[in-house]
């Protein structure tokens, strides 16, 4: 099992940053990808970005390209997204998600393990 807690949501005007942050402890955690999802009121789940083990490879939606950076630290078992230029269309739960590593990223349309999600509003 992997238990996954996230933080740093909250609300913030259009045009401005959040730092969410996800820490992850019960398994090894180098032994894992780790990505992002979100889900706004009455829309599906939606793939965000995800990064591979080692913090060298990453993957992102369309929508979030040039604005988000997902980063991990091994060493403190946190995976990171950094949230700039944040739009109201960004508003969502965003929840943190744990795949084990299987050699290679892609968009991720399902996650072994989800942390309980954070909420992240951002005003026009």
């Known amino acids: 099992q992997v238990q996954l807690v996230e933080s740093g949501g909250g609300l913030v005007q259009a045009g401005g940053s959040l730092r969410l942050s996800c820490a992850a402890s019960g398994r090894t955690f180098s032994n894992y990808a780790m990505g992002w999802f979100r889900q706004a009121p009455g829309k599906e789940r939606e793939f965000v970005a995800n990064?591979?083990?080692?913090?060298?490879?990453?993957v992102y939606v369309d929508s979030v390209k040039g604005r988000f950076n997902i980063s991990r630290g091994n060493a403190k078992n946190t995976v990171y997204l950094q949230m700039n230029s944040l739009k109201p269309e960004d508003t969502a739960v965003y929840y943190c998600?744990?795949?084990?590593?299987?050699?290679?990223?892609?968009?991720?349309?399902?996650?072994?393990?989800w942390g309980q999600g954070t909420q992240v509003t951002v005003s026009s």
């Open positions: 990064i591979d083990r080692s913090g060298e490879s990453t």
């Open positions: 998600a744990a795949r084990p590593w299987i050699g290679r990223l892609a968009v991720w349309n399902n996650a072994e393990y």
